[in-house]
């Protein structure tokens, strides 16, 4: 399974190349600005194509090999694409609220996995009816809180190998934490961001969904074809597989217009 294939026109559709109000424009991204068009900075997509297929191609050679992707995206309009993309790729995400240490801290943010775990398995069991009413829901609002929190990382199993953030602005605390790991960031990086910290930034629309499901399709396709590789490397015949794979498709507007008619 080779790389997923996408073109610049449709990154154009889906709105990639739209930045901030030059009012918001953060000066270390003027390298990546094509110009101005109404007042709105333009982001230059023949740099973010390049890039993109940089940062796809690491993503696929840390998954060829084994390796975690978390997927990062707290904002409003990412919160759903990021868990459903982490999900149907088999990767771990954080789509609530980045807790201060979630990476530096691993030992004290296992402990409250662990204890998301115990709650979990007590209403699984039906333990928790041994537990009076005002407990019952005290225990479920815990519960919901931890599994918003980490629901995402729960069976990631210690830290992961690289991250794909969405907007590196609101997601500061997750770069500087794995930017002190050592832990590799993928992330889009928009007019208002700066890239400083992040090992492979691509230029593009952070707030508009058609674009963030873009991306994150891509890096998706990406995870899947290194699990792929890592599969047929260790003599997995994947074609005697019950599933076959999953090949994403990135299709262009007008092509999905006119397969609907």
């Not at 943010?109 to 209403?123: P, T």
């Not at 998706?220 to 090949?247: F, K």
Request: net charge negative; charged share 25%; proline share 4%.
């Amino acid at each position: 399974m080779a790389l997923p294939t996408f073109t610049l026109r449709q990154l154009v559709e889906a709105g990639c190349h739209f930045g901030h109000n030059t009012r918001r424009w953060n000066p270390r991204m003027k390298p990546y600005l094509y110009g101005v068009r109404d007042g709105v900075h333009i982001i230059d997509l023949q740099q973010t194509v390049p890039l993109l297929q940089r940062a796809m191609e690491k993503v696929r050679e840390v998954t060829s090999s084994g390796g975690r992707v978390l997927f990062v995206g707290t904002k409003r309009q990412a919160q759903d694409i990021v868990a459903e993309t982490a999900r149907r790729c088999g990767q771990y995400y954080v789509n609530h609220r980045w807790l201060g240490g979630m990476l530096t801290n691993w030992k004290t943010i296992s402990n409250s996995i662990n204890r998301l775990r115990e709650l979990e398995g007590m209403f699984e069991s039906g333990a928790v009816n041994s537990f009076t009413k005002r407990e019952q829901l005290s225990l479920t609002r815990e519960m919901e809180k931890l599994d918003r929190a980490l629901g995402g990382i729960k069976d990631m199993g210690g830290l992961p190998n690289i991250l794909f953030i969405v907007d590196v602005t609101k997601e500061d605390l997750a770069v500087a934490e794995a930017r002190k790991l050592g832990i590799p960031v993928v992330a889009i990086v928009d007019s208002n961001a700066s890239p400083e910290g992040v090992d492979f930034p691509v230029p593009g629309n952070d707030d508009a969904i058609r674009a963030i499901t873009t991306y994150c399709d891509l890096i998706a396709g990406s995870v899947l074809s290194g699990i792929q590789a890592e599969m047929t490397a260790a003599g997995v015949d994947i074609g005697a597989s019950e599933a076959a794979p999953v090949e994403p498709v990135l299709v262009a507007e007008n092509d999905s217009a006119q397969a609907e008619a």
